[in-house]
């Protein structure tokens, strides 16, 4: 049992490129989420799914764009990677309901230069 | 808005000595709140969590919250620290907003635990 499966681990991207980051949950969850991680900001969320075929936009999602592919796989794209982006990428899924907690994923360290 | 605060960067406790992790949320309505851990280039790990009810809550690794409807609080806090404790925590709030449930973290603190 996976649980949240993140690729790649390490990216460095050049200013300008474009990436998708990739998410998968093998626990049947309704609701995904990506956040980011910075130094003294704790984890902002860039956008997240509620349920299949939905997406919202959370507290940071310039610059970024997402895919609810299906019910297991949720896809973070970033169309001009810019320095600002700089930073660990987290997905997560839970059930849609309030009481219960989510699943995080190990995480990918993305570097823009 | 709803937010959810981590007054300390740190805190350094003592090997044997008790540590509170110090976290206190603004929402409207009945929160649900949660704590995570995190390690050295890992993602988070569920701690525990507050629904309803009793509001002393345990958790893994021998963690333990205590929520406070009054001071809008929800302290971690453990009897005897170990150094294994040291890591990352967060706390964080989950609440409806436009129907949705979405997780609300704060900025973190860093559990230093010395031998």
């Known amino acids: 049992n996976a649980g949240v499966t993140q690729t790649p681990k390490f990216q460095v991207l050049k200013t300008g490129q474009s990436m998708t980051l990739q998410c998968a949950q093998d626990m049947n969850h309704n609701s995904m989420y990506w956040y980011r991680q910075d130094p003294g900001m704790g984890l902002r969320l860039i956008y997240y799914s509620a349920s299949e075929g939905t997406t919202d936009k959370g507290e940071v999602p310039n610059g970024y764009n997402v895919s609810r592919l299906n019910k297991r796989e949720f896809s973070l794209r970033l169309e001009s990677a810019a320095p600002s982006q700089t930073s660990v990428y987290f997905c997560a899924s839970s059930w849609t309901g309030g009481r219960t907690e989510a699943f995080f994923g190990q995480g990918t360290r993305l570097t823009v230069v | 808005a709803q937010s959810v605060a981590q007054p300390e960067d740190q805190v350094n406790v003592a090997e044997g000595n008790p540590l509170t992790v110090k976290c206190t949320y603004s929402v409207s309505g009945n929160p649900y709140l949660f704590w995570y851990v995190q390690y050295p280039n890992r993602g988070l790990q569920f701690l525990l969590k507050?629904?309803?009810?009793?509001?002393l809550v345990k958790g893994s690794y021998g963690f333990e919250a205590e929520f406070n409807k009054s001071q809008t609080s929800f302290h971690l806090k453990k009897p005897s620290a170990l150094v294994s404790d040291s890591a990352l925590y967060f706390c964080a709030v989950r609440t409806p907003t436009s129907g949705t449930y979405k997780y609300i973290f704060g900025t973190g603190t860093r559990l230093k635990v010395l031998a």
């Open positions: 507050y629904i309803t009810g009793d509001n």
